[in-house]
């Protein structure tokens, strides 16, 4: 028997193992796909702290209750200059989501905390705003997470990127200054993006310069008639 009918009767013998092993990866990572799918379509976001009615509302749930459309920019502070993402994101209102927790008294701030322990804060006035929203798509797709499976991101127009924490799984109702992981290192807390100074409209001119126009205009004008008037007299008398 030649090298070559060897190799062919060993590649014979090495193709059912091959199928084999890539019949079970390809099952293996199908498998993983579908459970990180299913583990973030089923995680649940807890809202608690100082409410009535503490709950858990799960994804599922969450496309349940009544949607809005926000269009908004996401700017982060290491790039001002530029949005990192922005469309139109659909999702339930912060205040849908609170009202139906029911707040108690005392309450001054909102905590959220992200699912890789990231954290920030609303003041209550501002998370009862109805443009703040618990987004799921964005442009009509829903949001992928790092593992394929959707996520939810808090929208905050007009806020830096540090307020809208991506992958809520807590939102806390609290009666006490509460600050966030980018808050407690300094970073303003009402993150308002200052809009940009209106361009400087240019400034009337000094009345004094219109005066002194005039008087030059006069002093030029009287200035001719005399050397007009001293040349006539001049060709008379030659």
Do not use: H
Not at 158 to 168: D, Q
Request: charged share 20%; aromatic share 8%.
């Amino acid at each position: 028997m030649n090298i070559q009918s060897l190799g062919a009767l060993r590649t014979r013998k090495l193709k059912p193992y091959l199928f084999l092993a890539i019949l079970t990866i390809s099952t293996a990572v199908a498998c993983r796909t579908a459970l990180a799918q299913e583990s973030s379509q089923d995680r649940e976001i807890s809202v608690c702290g100082l409410v009535e009615r503490p709950y858990n509302l799960s994804y599922s749930e969450m496309l349940k209750m009544p949607s809005t459309i926000v269009e908004a920019e996401l700017y982060c502070v290491d790039g001002p200059n530029r949005p990192i993402t922005q469309g139109k994101w659909r999702g339930v209102a912060l205040r849908t989501i609170l009202e139906k927790a029911g707040l108690k008294k005392g309450v001054v701030k909102i905590a959220f905390y992200a699912s890789d322990e990231f954290s920030s804060d609303l003041a209550l006035e501002d998370a009862l705003n109805p443009d703040i929203i618990l987004a799921y798509e964005l442009d009509g797709e829903t949001m992928q997470g790092t593992r394929g499976g959707p996520i939810n991101r808090l929208v905050v127009p007009g806020r830096w990127g540090y307020k809208w924490v991506a992958s809520v799984v807590k939102i806390e109702a609290v009666d006490y200054d509460f600050l966030g992981a980018w808050e407690r290192q300094g970073y303003p807390d009402n993150a308002l993006i200052n809009p940009p100074p209106p361009p400087c409209a240019p400034s009337s001119p000094d009345p004094g310069i219109y005066l002194a126009f005039v008087i030059i205009a006069l002093v030029a004008l009287l200035a001719g008639r005399s050397y007009l008037r001293q040349k006539r007299l001049n060709d008379l008398s030659a």
